[in-house]
Structure formats: structure tokens, C-alpha cells
């Protein structure tokens, strides 16, 4: 496939399908509440490190869900992105086969791939859940038909190594995997960021309403009537199952 045509194509489809990653960002900040961020980050390490800012506090929260939360939402779409790619140049399509996102044939190759990411992206567990997907494939092939089993990470410096029966490829060789094209990881970098400054703003003013609106839940549930913190009150909501919180003002134990 012309390399022209093929980014003109990218070029459509990002800016026709970027939109839907920002609305979900932004949507995530609409949806984020203090209580459920407040249990996914150790308490004692904020008290390690002697804040005792309630904004500088949830600003940490918010921060840290936030990163993991666009993490999974682009990571998903990238995948997506992915497999568009494939499907112009080689035909390639969304896999049926339980845990393959993609399935393409080149040079008389047939190809299933797990889309990653990145080259970190899951435990032992994990990794075994996805090999079994692959030797499930692999026991029903018929014979005859040459296939090649990979793990495919959208970025990451770990070139192609050989797993045994698939191979992981992450980066440049992932892209050019599914492209044709050498140089591809970076070509494809200018249409995934089409409009993100005029989003970045949107988002921004979002962000700061919800930094705003968590440091004043934080302040009436964590802190004392002198506006000190109450970590007692911060471990016993994060450490036991049943506790329940009182907003600031009731006969609770921030008196």
C-alpha cells in the first residue's frame, strides 16, 4: 500500500476518533469521587512524607488515579488504532478467538496478536492466561497453515524477542509488524495528537473544578473543626470494612 495513502487514512481516523479518548478523560473527572479514590492510594505514605495539605493531599489522589485511568482508556483505543492500521494494509480484523485482538496474514503468515500497551503491562498470572489463549489457537489450527503467535506492545525497547512458541514485539518493530513500514512508530505519532492543546484546555478546566470540588469533600470528611488533618479518621475509612464517615459538623470523633 502507497505510504501517502495509508497516512492520509491514519490522518482521517484520528481526527474523526481522538474525540472519543477526550470525552472519556473528561468524563472520568465527572465521574471521580473521593470516597473510591481515597482507597486506592497507601495513607501512610502521605503521612511518610509529611503533607498535611488537604489540597496537596488530593491533589495527589487525584493525580494518580487519573494517570492510571487514561492509561487503560488510551491504551484501549491505541489498540484500536491498531488494528485499523493492519486492516488497510493487510486485511487484518478483530479477532473472535478469546483474548486476541488481532488477526492478519502477510508473506503467507497467519498472525494472532494480543495488543499491549506497553511491555509491562500485566502479572504472571496474566501472562499465562495469554499463553494459554494462544496454545488454545494453536491446538485447533489445521494442518498445514503456517501461523505465528505475538504478544504486541505499542511501545517499549524490547525490539522482537523469541518467547518459545510467540514472540513479543514492542515499539518500532510492532509497527512495522503491522504495517510494512519502518518508520511507522513515528510517522503515526503527528495524527494521534490532532486538537489535543484545544482538548488539554477543555480538560484542564475540568480538572480544576474536581480539584476543587474533592479538596472541600476532603476537608469535611479528614479534618478536624481547626482544619488539621485527622489521619486516625482517613485509616480507619481506608483499613475497616464497615466504617462509615461523617461529614464535618455531626457528633462524630472530628470534634
Same mark, same amino acid.
Given at each position: 500500500?502507497?505510504?501517502?495513502? @495509508?497516512?492520509?487514512?491514519?490522518? !482521517? =481516523? ?11 478523560r473528561i468524563l472520568k473527572l465527572a465521574q471521580a469521587k473521593l470516597t473510591d479514590i481515597i482507597k486506592r492510594?497507601?495513607?501512610? @505514605? ?5 503533607? +498535611? #495539605? ?6 495527589? @489522589?487525584? !493525580? =494518580?488515579? %487519573? ?29 473472535s478467538s478469546e483474548g486476541i485482538d488481532l488477526e492478519f496474514e502477510r508473506e503467507g503468515v497467519r498472525y ?7 511491555? #509491562?503491562?500485566?502479572n504472571s498470572s496474566q501472562i499465562k492466561q495469554m499463553e494459554k489463549n494462544f496454545e488454545k489457537i494453536k ?26 512458541? =510467540? ?9 512495522? %509488524?503491522?504495517?510494512?513500514?519502518? !518508520? ?5 505519532? +503527528? ?6 492543546? +484545544?482538548?488539554?484546555?477543555? =480538560?484542564?478546566? +475540568? ?6 470540588? @474533592? ?5 469535611? %470528611? ?7 488533618? #485527622? ?10 470494612? !464497615?466504617?462509615? %464517615? ?10
Amino acid at each position: 500500500m502507497d505510504i501517502e495513502v @495509508l497516512l492520509k487514512d491514519v490522518r !482521517d =481516523y484520528c481526527e474523526e476518533n481522538i474525540v472519543k479518548f477526550h470525552e472519556k478523560r473528561i468524563l472520568k473527572l465527572a465521574q471521580a469521587k473521593l470516597t473510591d479514590i481515597i482507597k486506592r492510594k497507601n495513607p501512610y @505514605l502521605y503521612k511518610a512524607k509529611g503533607m +498535611e #495539605n488537604a489540597y496537596e493531599i488530593v491533589k495527589g @489522589l487525584v !493525580d =494518580y488515579y %487519573l494517570a492510571s485511568q487514561e492509561e487503560t482508556i488510551f491504551g484501549n483505543w491505541l489498540e484500536e488504532l491498531a488494528i485499523f492500521v493492519c486492516s488497510r494494509v493487510y486485511g487484518g480484523r478483530k479477532s473472535s478467538s478469546e483474548g486476541i485482538d488481532l488477526e492478519f496474514e502477510r508473506e503467507g503468515v497467519r498472525y494472532f496478536v494480543s495488543i499491549k500497551s506497553g511491555p #509491562n503491562w500485566g502479572n504472571s498470572s496474566q501472562i499465562k492466561q495469554m499463553e494459554k489463549n494462544f496454545e488454545k489457537i494453536k491446538r485447533i489450527l489445521p494442518k498445514g497453515i503456517k501461523a505465528e503467535f505475538v504478544e504486541g506492545c505499542c511501545y517499549g525497547r524490547c525490539g522482537v524477542i523469541n518467547k518459545g512458541f =510467540y514472540y513479543k514485539y514492542c515499539g518500532k518493530d510492532f509497527w512495522e %509488524l503491522i504495517s510494512g513500514i519502518e !518508520d511507522f512508530y513515528i510517522l503515526v505519532v +503527528e495524527p494521534i495528537g490532532y486538537k489535543a492543546k +484545544e482538548k488539554n484546555e477543555e =480538560y484542564q478546566v +475540568e480538572y480544576e473544578k474536581l480539584l476543587n470540588r @474533592l479538596t472541600k469533600d476532603f476537608s469535611n %470528611l479528614f479534618c478536624r473543626k481547626d482544619g488539621s488533618i #485527622n489521619w486516625e479518621t482517613i485509616l480507619k475509612f481506608t483499613s475497616l470494612k !464497615d466504617h462509615k %464517615l461523617k461529614r464535618r459538623g455531626a457528633k462524630d470523633e472530628r470534634a
